[in-house]
């Protein structure tokens, strides 16, 4: 009776610990994932990494400039690890394309208005055939190949004010990012984050970021998150007005599964107001407020095994360095691990971040403000 016994009670005493970290439950038909402060140990999976750098991108390199790489935006690697650099204010070609190694291949996608050309560039994807998709901001959608010759474009003006960002799906349609400003209604600007089919028609509406607008009367925090990502087969959205709750929709826009959190809040620091009062203009910084404390994350990016990086506002091990929660594709918070990612927040919004291939790549900004990205191999452990 004893061996029995002590078994049920190891049976019991396990459920409770599983218990104390993750919990599932239904919610209107949809399974929640409840993370608690503490990581959940999954048996035979790894919950953390080792990073050794392999080679950086450096703008401030006399070799990187001379190619016409002075500035760094948007990125992105292909299925053989080629990277794919945007140069914001390249008066010539636009994207730079690196091999695996770091060496400089070529440059494409000129400046300018014609086919072919852009003028204003926001956003760059690689699609599941290696093609080069560049938005340019509320105007049109180019693709090239991979050797860096035009396919095609779309102009958006006929369509639907389109243009922060244009991500392509494996089903053939679209994860949008959009724009509606209004001086004039309740909501100044609004960033619909929107599924469309292949002609760039609206098939459902997942989630927006809604501003209130100031000019008629409305307080305005200096703080807001929204939040979007892309794995194979789901979409993760976070919004701040559910906290630390990041739902996941699967590729046909339905909701599949809820993932919360605990955590812990870290006070708004005298750094942000003051970096942040510098971009408003007087009527705005009257209307504006300042919480306590940050959202409950800054944004987040995908690993290409369904790993989810939520990027905290916890400081890290080293300078620059900010604590991000890792879960599994189960929704499951296995670990945390400080990296110096660079995001701009309050001027640009994205998080330049990705998991190729088990190979980190981040864009990162050194004190004197020239952009870098950095390459690490990873190794999970």
């Known amino acids: 009776m004893i061996l029995p016994l ?3 009670l190891c049976f019991m005493v396990s459920c409770q610990d599983e218990e104390a970290t993750v919990k599932r439950i239904m919610e209107d038909g949809v399974e929640v994932i409840i993370n608690h402060l503490e990581p959940h140990i999954v048996k035979g999976e790894p919950s953390t990494f080792h990073i050794e750098k392999e080679f950086v991108i450096d703008t401030e390199m006399d070799e ?3 190619l016409g790489l002075t500035d760094m935006g948007a990125f992105d690697v292909d299925s053989k690890g080629n990277i794919y650099l945007v140069n914001l204010k390249s008066s010539e070609n636009i994207i730079f394309k690196f091999d695996r190694d770091g060496n400089f291949v070529r440059s494409f996608c000129r400046k300018g208005q014609g086919p072919g050309e852009l003028q204003m560039t926001a956003y760059l994807r690689i699609n599941s055939q290696d093609e080069i998709m560049i938005t340019e901001l509320y105007n049109k959608l180019l693709v090239f ?8 474009e779309t102009r958006f003006s006929a369509l639907v004010t389109i243009g922060l960002a244009v991500i392509p799906i494996n ?3 679209y994860l949008i990012l959009w724009g509606v400003n209004d001086p004039s209604a309740e909501f100044l600007f609004q960033r619909p984050l929107s599924l469309f089919s292949s002609e760039f028609e609206e098939i459902k509406r997942l989630d927006s970021l809604k501003v209130p607008n100031y000019l008629r009367g409305k307080r305005v925090s200096a703080t807001y998150l929204f939040a979007f990502s892309l794995s194979k087969e789901h979409i993760f959205v976070g919004n701040d007005n559910r ?3 990041i739902w996941v929709y699967d590729l046909e826009g339905n909701l599949a599964r809820k993932i919360r959190k605990e955590y812990k809040k870290v006070p708004l620091t005298k750094e942000y107001i003051e970096e942040y009062m510098k971009v408003l203009d007087s009527q705005r910084k009257e209307m504006t407020d300042f919480p306590e404390s940050f959202p409950p994350y800054q944004a987040f990016f995908m690993g290409d095994k369904g790993q989810l990086f939520v990027m905290t506002y916890e400081k890290g091990e080293d300078s620059g360095e900010y604590v991000f929660d890792i879960f599994n594709e189960d929704g499951l918070f296995i670990g945390r691990k400080s990296l110096r990612v660079f995001f701009d927040f309050i001027n640009e919004g994205f998080l330049w971040a990705t998991v190729k291939q088990n190979h980190l790549y981040c864009r990162d900004e050194k004190e004197n ?6 390459v690490y191999k990873m190794t999970w452990e």
């Open 6 to 8: 002590i078994l049920i």
């Open 64 to 66: 990187i400039a001379s």
């Open 145 to 152: 190949n991979a050797d860096g010759d035009f396919i095609n």
């Open 171 to 173: 089903n053939s349609n």
């Open 243 to 245: 906290g630390y709750e």
């Open 369 to 374: 403000g020239f952009k870098k990205l950095v």
